[in-house]
């Protein structure tokens, strides 16, 4: 069993910043990815960004240069600090987790979400 626990949404004006957190815990394994996604009111839920083992990072067009994704290993958390917030960043942000089993096996794992406003 896995679990993610999100925390740092809120309510922001444009051009402010937050700081969004996810820590997992449970029956990890090795992780293979984590990031975050998130989804606008009547949207698709889209990447915002993502640390891939190795530290490879890829991000959502929408986000480049305002955005910046951090991966703590030994705590097994992702932090996505979001600057230059604009209205249309508002939406729910999940973080995604994925893990690889023993015998290469991937699994997706998703939190709750939290929700992020931005007022013009």
């Known amino acids: 069993q896995v679990h993610l626990v999100e925390s740092g949404g809120g309510l922001v004006q444009a051009g402010g910043s937050l700081k969004l957190s996810c820590e997992a815990s449970?029956?990890?394994?090795?992780?293979?990815?984590m990031g975050w996604y998130r989804q606008a009111p009547g949207k698709q839920r889209e990447l915002v960004a993502e640390?891939?083992?190795?530290?490879?990072?890829n991000s959502g067009a929408a986000v480049k240069g305002r955005f910046a994704i951090s991966r703590d290993d030994v705590r097994d958390t992702v932090s996505l600090t979001l600057s230059r917030l604009k209205p249309e960043d508002t939406g729910v942000y999940y973080c995604?987790?994925?893990?690889?089993?023993?015998?290469?096996?991937?699994?997706?794992?998703w939190g709750t979400g939290t929700l992020v406003t931005v007022s013009s």
């Open positions: 995604h987790l994925v893990t690889r089993s023993l015998r290469g096996d991937t699994r997706d794992y």
């Open positions: 640390i891939a083992s190795g530290g490879r990072t």
């Open positions: 449970g029956d990890i394994g090795s992780i293979d990815a």
